[in-house]
């Protein structure tokens, strides 16, 4: 008789754990992010006019999404650990599809805003409980290998959204966009409601108490391994916000492609993150979380120089900007799963927590960039180039110098 596989055994967990079943609506509910970012990006310049705004205007209904995002995180995250995932889903797939009816119907660029930022409070609801979900069934490692297959088919969102966003765009306006939003929020409110279960058996009745909450994060911020694995999540979630937040403008404006052509490009430019997952959910075993990171890192900041050399030289095309950032965002496939299973790790009983906090701490910086990159935008492809030419450098910096990175596996 065969023995059934022990937990340390090697495995594919995406194809032989029973968790996965739940990997569909997990790829889901961390789509819902994507689909409220980057179908929305072939928008901005037109909410920009629309408004009288300008682009600094358009970029903050993108920075405030993502600001709600990082804020809500700090209690999203324990409301998960005490609750359970499956109401935190629920809700959030609710609000994302209530504030996204609302922002396509605002009258106003305030109303827009305020429906971006209930949006944003959906979305983090949805993708917290599916990165908590992740970790509840599997180990760091599997659940990183897990990640990195999940975010390889979510990839399908941002490949394919843009392209329709554009689509949208030209044929009916930006309002459309939102309205289709919604419209897959309703999919997927449906599908948990019908298929996702409980899967927090640790259920924390004091997690949302102040002085438990507070020493919750303290106790998860204090670990070395929970930061350095943050750190290298928010280097390489930077390179790509800056080319979310800077692409919209510098291929429509500067590159004067129309938005259906930017769907393309951009759709094109994520393929790269898609192979870099696949490559990172192979090559794991062998290498390890520290390995798989530190491969990424070298990719992303070579990448990053490249794109900032063709900027400088004004060498401004559809392909100085596609190819750079097509092996920027491979290198982001590396780093992304990796950093982030490798940072909640150490904390199974606390998983919604600490995914909160990393999350906050890396949409934090990262809209700060983004605001930046806004108000630097010159017409040209150079503030784009160099936010993510520094971003990936700092990538590498750490992965040289930063402590609990080295040898053939990190330690979890």
């Known amino acids: 008789m065969t023995p059934e596989p022990q937990p340390n055994q090697s495995v594919d967990p995406a194809r032989d754990d029973p968790a996965a ?17 980057d179908v ?38 324990p409301l998960a650990d005490r609750f359970g995932r499956r109401p935190i889903a629920l809700a959030g797939c609710g609000l994302y599809v209530g504030a996204s009816l609302v922002g396509a119907s605002a009258p106003s660029l305030s109303v827009l805003l305020v429906a971006r930022l209930v949006q944003a409070i959906g979305t983090c609801c949805t993708v917290i409980s599916a990165r908590a979900i992740v970790r509840d069934c599997h180990g760091p490692e599997q659940a990183a290998q897990v990640m990195s297959r999940a975010l390889a088919w979510m990839a399908v969102a941002p490949i394919v959204g843009p392209f329709i966003g554009g689509w949208l765009q030209e044929r009916w306006g ?3 966009n939102l309205f289709a939003i919604a419209l897959v929020g309703v999919i ?49 979630f930077c390179a790509l916000f800056s080319f ?66 063709l900027a400088l030289a004004g060498l401004e095309s559809v392909w100085s900007l596609t190819l750079p950032m097509f092996f920027v965002l491979l290198a982001h496939g590396l780093l992304q799963p990796s950093s982030q299973m490798g940072a909640i790790g150490p904390f199974p009983r606390q998983a919604g927590a600490a995914a909160a906090l990393g999350g906050f701490l890396m949409y934090v910086v990262a809209v700060l960039l983004g605001l930046a990159l806004g108000a630097s935008f010159n ?9 993510v030419a520094a971003s990936g450098c700092s990538a590498l910096a750490g992965a040289m110098l930063l402590p609990g990175i080295h040898g053939p596996r990190a330690s979890t």
């Open 188 to 236: 997927m409110l449906w599908s948990a409601l019908r298929r996702l279960p409980e899967t927090n058996q640790h259920r924390n009745p004091g997690a949302t108490q102040p002085r438990e909450l507070l020493s919750t994060y303290l106790h998860i911020i204090r670990s070395r391994i929970f930061f350095t694995y943050t750190f290298f999540a928010t280097a390489t």
């Open 244 to 309: 979310i937040a800077g692409s919209p403008f510098v291929a429509i404006e500067v590159l004067d492609i129309s938005p259906r052509q930017f769907g393309l490009l951009f759709g094109c430019v994520v393929v790269g993150f898609v192979v870099g997952a696949a490559i990172g959910r192979r090559g794991l075993p062998r290498w390890g979380i520290a390995g798989t990171i530190r491969r990424g890192a070298m990719l992303q900041a070579a990448a990053g120089l490249v794109l900032l050399g």
């Open 174 to 176: 930006w309002r459309a």
């Open 40 to 77: 929305y990006l072939a928008s901005l310049p037109a909410i920009g006019e629309a408004f009288a705004v300008g682009v600094p205007g358009a970029q903050l209904t993108l920075s405030v999404f993502f600001a709600g995002f990082a804020l809500s995180q700090l209690l999203v995250g």
């Open 379 to 387: 017409g040209t492809m150079v503030p784009l180039a160099v936010a």
């Open 21 to 37: 079943r739940l990997l569909p609506l997990v790829i889901g509910f961390m789509a819902l992010q994507p689909i409220a970012s």
